[in-house]
């Protein structure tokens, strides 16, 4: 993988100075530690760090075309770049190179914007068209790889992350409250927001134009739930399986060592199964173990590597929250709540002894309705047609009890249940993924922090693209949802910079476009039966592995916080948000603060309340530490 940046100076045409790329990309290093390019000519400047992963000699960027009127920055690989170069090099384009960027500069040459459509792979880049004076910023269809941009008196900032804009001199470092709104709901920010004001995630599937008028972001592809397979089931099952081959076999071009991640879930396990179908000798496999069982798979890890005599390297870690925190804060650029961003960090430092290229299984609870929480609103769903009207209206009355943390816990539990008894499955689905409830922020802000954030909704946004989903099913719409939000501003986030902290690049098979596109028209009845997930799915994968797997309960990538905030992170955590000069006392009510500490620490661990503060807690320690790091820049 690797990083890009540039400035593009479109009102006022000024020339911009490379040193300021040159910090840019400086500031990028991990994403591309092999090489490092610079181009700037007048009003625009591009930088490039390289990791090499194929055509480790002629692959250097910025890269132009023949007669340096295109040029193309670039992080991501493009896996049917070699069918796309016969047919541009029949139509008279000659390659000085064998990588797939000079690919994407010759096809832009043809297609103009219209190339992303004859891209299948991971992709963010910048295309300057100099006769046309524009600037061409892509991100691919499912946000695998990161890009943001900012426009600011008359020029437009870009960067793969973050920490890349925050290099130009004119940027302010401001917090975004409807973010911050956004991230007590869902632990991260949803796109096109960053915590940081003016500053934008370009969304996946759009691309952006830039020129002298100003930047125009335009959607260019969207998942279809609408249309329907013709498939019996075990032909549905034939042709998933040959379709999910088909995208582990295109992942699998590198010229350096290439394996994968192995957690003995089934998706991991289903990747690894067809690649060492795929490959010439032993897959390289990559396992993580905890000493705290209720997060360990190592034995169900053990059970593939066995059977498919895969080159297996295990590291079992007492994942110590306090050493790599700041670490990843810096690496996130924004707060980020999901904790498994921890354990991602220590497997992919692991893998990246072995390995320059790792497979991965992300993609299958989003695919196949593999997350709990799909069963769950379908099992309330179902129970609601047969509840009497008069217990749904108790439960219209109980979210304000539910939200009021002054209730006892058993009673908020009943009230809880109670008011899943009217809600749509939106609903349902929002109440389920939300740490704070929208209700319940109210009770957390500081006065000044329920002005700015106003009238603001965070669950207005998450109900436009779910009615946006082309579906009649509430399955469907749900995954829909989590593609567009969970799966690429948290999933991809998190394994993009954990794994590129440590220079390592992974790829996920199950995340091609061509085979979503094809597991969306598979019927949602296929997809959960009963109280099961993933159906289709399973009956596929059933001939590569073992009944214990694939009938297993579903173990989530997790670590012991509520545990860690008694023990671990209690001093720390304790001191961060109760210093009376903390970002925390002035955005925040501080005795309901107060309240959630307290009941984390004087609370039965088997209780209803384990996990009902600790997330909660969590996520203001990780908002305030990289308050001191990105807003006060403490650590400069």
């Known amino acids: 993988m690797c990083g890009i940046a540039g400035i593009y100076n479109f009102r006022t045409g000024a020339a911009v100075e490379e040193s300021v790329i040159r910090k840019m990309c400086s500031v990028l290093i991990h994403r591309g530690p092999d090489d490092e390019g610079i181009y700037c000519k007048d009003c625009i400047g591009l930088g490039h760090r390289r990791l090499s992963i194929i055509d480790l000699v002629g692959g250097h960027q910025p890269m132009s075309n023949e007669d340096g009127s295109v040029w193309i920055v670039y992080n991501g690989e493009i896996y049917n770049f070699h069918e796309l170069k016969e047919d541009l090099t029949r139509k008279g384009h000659v390659f000085r190179t064998h990588c797939d960027t000079e690919t994407i500069i010759h096809l832009y040459e043809e297609e103009g914007e219209e ?69 007590l709901s869902f632990l991260y920010v949803p796109a096109p927001r960053t915590m940081f004001k003016g500053i934008s995630k ?50 699998l071009i590198s010229d350096v060592p290439l394996g994968a991640f192995l957690s003995g879930g089934i998706d991991s396990s289903s990747v690894v199964s067809l690649m060492s179908e795929l490959k010439d000798g032993p897959v390289i496999t990559n396992s993580i173990g905890f000493s705290v069982k209720a997060f360990d798979e190592l034995k169900y890890a053990r059970m593939i590597a066995s059977r498919y005599k895969t080159d297996h390297h295990e590291y079992v870690v007492e994942p110590k929250a306090l050493d790599v925190i700041e670490t990843l804060i810096w690496h996130y650029d924004e707060p980020f709540g999901d904790a498994s961003s921890i354990p991602t960090y220590y497997v992919s430092k692991m893998a990246k002894q072995n390995v320059t290229v790792a497979l991965s299984g992300d993609g299958g609870d989003e695919n196949f309705a593999g997350y709990n929480r799909y069963i769950y609103c379908g099992a309330v769903t179902k129970m609601q047609s047969l509840v009497p009207g008069f217990m749904k209206e108790m439960g219209r009355t109980a979210s304000t009890l539910s939200a009021d943390k002054d209730s006892g816990a058993w009673i908020r539990k009943i009230a809880n249940k109670l008011e899943e008894l009217y809600l749509s499955p939106f609903e349902l689905y929002f109440k389920i993924i939300s740490i704070y409830k929208e209700e319940e922020k109210p009770f957390l802000y500081s006065a000044n922090t329920k002005k700015k954030i106003g009238s603001y909704n965070s669950r207005d946004n998450f109900k436009l693209i779910y009615d946006s989903c082309q579906s009649p099913d509430y399955i ?23 794994s590129m902290a440590v220079s390592l690049e992974v790829r996920a098979p199950i995340l091609d476009h061509k085979f979503m596109e094809f597991a969306a028209t598979i019927p949602a009845t296929f997809k959960v039966r009963g109280l099961r997930g993933k159906y289709i799915f399973k009956k596929a ?32 955590v304790e001191s961060e948000l109760f210093a009376k000069d903390g970002i925390v006392a002035e955005l925040f009510n501080a005795q309901y603060v107060k309240k959630m500490w307290n009941i984390i620490q004087y609370t039965d661990l088997k209780g209803f309340r384990k996990t009902d503060f600790s997330y909660r807690i969590w996520l203001l320690y990780l908002f305030s530490r990289w308050f001191k790091k990105y807003i006060m820049k403490n650590d400069e």
């Not at 299948?120 to 941009?149: N, Q, S, T, V």
């Not at 469907?476 to 910079?497: A, E, F, M, N």
Request: proline share 3%; charged share 30%.
């Open 541 to 572: 994968m059933k001939k590569n592995i073992p009944s214990a797997i694939l009938n297993r309960s579903k173990m989530g990538f997790g670590v012991p916080m509520t545990h860690w905030m008694r023990t671990d992170l209690k001093a720390t």
């Open 115 to 183: 190339c992303v459509h004859k891209l299948r792979g991971m992709f963010a880049f910048a295309i300057w068209d100099e006769k046309r004076r524009r600037l061409f910023l892509a991100r691919e269809r499912i946000g695998k790889k990161p890009l943001h941009y900012a426009l600011i008196n008359g020029k437009l900032i870009f960067a793969s992350e973050i920490k890349g804009i925050l290099q130009d001199p004119e940027i302010r470092r401001e917090i975004d409250y409807e973010a911050l709104h956004d991230y």
């Open 202 to 251: 370009l969304p996946a599937g759009y691309y952006l134009v830039c020129d002298k008028n100003g930047a125009k972001v335009t959607k260019y592809w969207d998942i279809d739930f609408s249309k329907t397979s013709c498939y019996d089931e075990e032909a549905l099952a034939e042709e998933l399986y040959l379709r999910l081959k088909d995208a582990t076999k295109v992942r």
């Open 476 to 498: 469907s719409k749900l995954q829909y949802l989590d593609i567009k939000t969970y799966l690429c501003d948290d999933i991809l986030v998190k394994v993009d910079r954990a």
